[in-house]
T-cell receptor, first 113, second 112 residues
Framework: ETGVTQTPRHLVMGMTNKKSLKCEQHLGHNAMYWYKQSAKKPLELMFVYSLEERVENNSVPSRFSPECPNSSHLFLHLHTLQPEDSALYLC????????????FGEGSRLTVL | EDQVTQSPEALRLQEGESSSLNCSYTVSGLRGLFWYRQDPGKGPEFLFTLYSAGEEKEKERLKATLTKKESFLHITAPKPEDSATYLCAVVLYGGSQGNLIFGKGTKLSVKP
């Protein structure tokens, strides 16, 4: 098993759909993250969870809803997205959320029609 | 405002032609600096962490260095498989919960 696994790798959805992205980490880490990567922009932090508790929400629209049921799993629930939400969504984990190196998954490429 | 700037945006090298990528930062209270490699369609892969000015880390053909204002990623005798986008990120003392500030990256192409 690779360290951080994301599914699905590709997702196409309409603006009225509801879908979810899933992330699982096998590294025994205590912190998990969602990042958004758009073309020509730096990675943008969306959410941080530490020991299953959300500790950071960088003013993300409510159409993105995270869920962290345990320290190994992280979800991003998507609802009524906009075309500008099309991007690569990256999950990452780290030993803790004190600023240690992140380990990323392969990403979920989202296209909103 | 805390900022990370990477240059150049894109770099084309011939195989064996050594060069350096730059990451400059204007931040208050650097705690650590990270280098990542990202291949197309994949997530970033961790390369190095640097914590203090003067520190150096090496891995195969890559060497990362850190000063008080910038970091360099030196690539010695690159090969085509080194082609990727290289990302730099910093984490700050007192920064919000482990938030790394990323640069936009340098896209490196190495031609045989």
């Amino acid at each position: 098993e690779t360290g951080v696994t994301q599914t699905p790798r590709h997702l196409v959805m309409g603006m009225t759909n509801k879908k979810s992205l899933k992330c699982e980490q096998h590294l025994g880490h205590n912190a998990m993250y969602w990042y958004k990567q758009s073309a020509k922009k730096p990675l943008e932090l969306m959410f941080v969870y530490s020991l299953e508790e959300r500790v950071e929400n960088n003013s993300v629209p409510s159409r993105f809803s995270p869920e962290c049921p345990n320290s190994s799993h992280l979800f991003l629930h998507l609802h009524t997205l906009q075309p500008e939400d099309s991007a690569l969504y990256l999950c990452a984990s780290s030993q803790d959320n004190s600023g240690r190196e992140l380990f990323f998954g392969e990403g979920s490429r989202l296209t909103v029609l | 405002e805390d900022q990370v700037t990477q240059s150049p945006e894109a770099l084309r090298l011939q195989e064996g032609e050594s060069s350096s990528l730059n990451c400059s930062y204007t931040v208050s209270g650097l705690r650590g600096l990270f280098w990542y490699r990202q291949d197309p369609g994949k997530g970033p892969e961790f390369l190095f962490t640097l914590y203090s000015a003067g520190e150096e880390k090496e891995k195969e053909r890559l060497k990362a260095t850190l000063t008080k204002k910038e970091s360099f990623l030196h690539i010695t005798a690159p090969k085509p498989e080194d082609s990727a986008t290289y990302l730099c990120a910093v984490v700050l003392y007192g920064g919000s919960q482990g938030n790394l500030i990323f640069g936009k990256g340098t896209k490196l192409s190495v031609k045989p």
